[in-house]
């Protein structure tokens, strides 16, 4: 039985070029929101509430080091939970995910899958034919390794043995583009990912990542503790 087809936006925070997915039921208008930021915090609950959608579930795909969250601000406006990894040492989420977890909102389920490598707590998310993937598969390129628990060969196993056994036509969309792509699929990065198509083994992999030379994300001693507690900082100043 096909169901009605989700609600579905991309939204774009262009400070730090963040991604953030709304995704509803059509049905129930029961939604989840993926990698908030608290920059825009009022554009994604105005659009909650135009759309009249009942958020359910508030994802982060990992600590971001480059943002914060908006996950705080939109569970105290809504009532929504708020769900991570496991791995992540986070003190704020209602929910700690694991590999394979269901995460339900109408009568569907998004799932949770462990990808790991760019930090321990990177998940991405999959339902019907939409995979959401944090920093750990960007179009045509892939998160950095070279801080937080980095680990450039865990990447490439996150990447290589699982999301690239999603089917080819999976619709790729990345937590971040610096370049104005929106989307990409599976069977695209698997052809022109210039790091990890499938002609490049662990160690070309391993290579390029060790020569990158990238400085640290601006806001990275702000934005990682603010992370740790879900982007709850009102007690600590917040920015008005
Ligand atoms: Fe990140």
Same mark, same amino acid.
């Given at each position: ?20 997915? +709304?995704? #509803? ?13 608290? =920059?825009?915090?009022?554009?994604? +609950?105005? $659009?909650?509430?135009?759309?009249? $959608?009942?958020?359910?579930?508030? +994802?982060?795909? @990992?600590?971001? #080091?480059?943002?914060?969250? %908006?996950? /705080? ?6 009532? #929504?939970?708020?769900?991570?990894? @496991?791995?992540?040492?986070? /003190?704020?989420?209602?929910?700690? $995910?694991?590999?394979? =977890? ?11 899958? #462990?990808?790991?490598?760019?930090? &321990? /707590?990177?998940? /991405? ?8 993937? %944090?920093?750990? !598969? !960007? ?15 865990? $990447? ?36 022109? &990912? ?20 990238? =400085? ?18 009102? +007690? ?5």
């Amino acid at each position: 039985v096909s169901k009605n087809p989700l609600i579905f936006h991309q939204l774009f925070d262009k400070e730090t070029y963040t991604y953030t997915y +709304l995704i #509803a039921d059509p049905t129930s208008k029961d939604a989840i929101i993926i990698d908030p930021t608290i =920059d825009t915090y009022e554009r994604d +609950l105005n $659009l909650i509430r135009e759309l009249q $959608l009942n958020l359910k579930y508030i +994802l982060d795909t @990992h600590i971001h #080091a480059d943002h914060i969250t %908006g996950a /705080s601000q939109l569970k105290k406006a809504t009532g #929504a939970k708020i769900g991570i990894s @496991h791995n992540s040492l986070a /003190s704020g989420p209602d929910t700690f $995910l694991k590999d394979g =977890d269901q995460i339900p909102f109408g009568d569907r389920f998004m799932t949770a899958l #462990a990808t790991p490598g760019h930090t &321990n /707590s990177c998940m /991405s998310f999959y339902i019907d034919g939409y995979v959401f993937t %944090g920093d750990t !598969l !960007l179009i045509r390129g892939t998160g950095r390794t070279d801080f937080q628990e980095g680990n450039t060969s865990t $990447l490439y196993n996150s990447i290589r043995k699982k999301l690239f056994t999603l089917p080819d036509d999976t619709r790729v969309y990345p937590g971040h583009d610096y370049s104005g792509h929106t989307s990409s699929t599976i069977g695209q990065e698997k052809m022109l &990912n210039p790091r990890v198509r499938l002609e490049n083994t662990e160690e070309v992999f391993i290579q390029m990542m060790s020569n990158l030379k990238l =400085d640290a994300p601006k806001r990275i001693r702000e934005a990682v503790p603010a992370n740790l507690k879900s982007g709850n900082i009102s +007690l600590h100043g917040k920015k008005e």
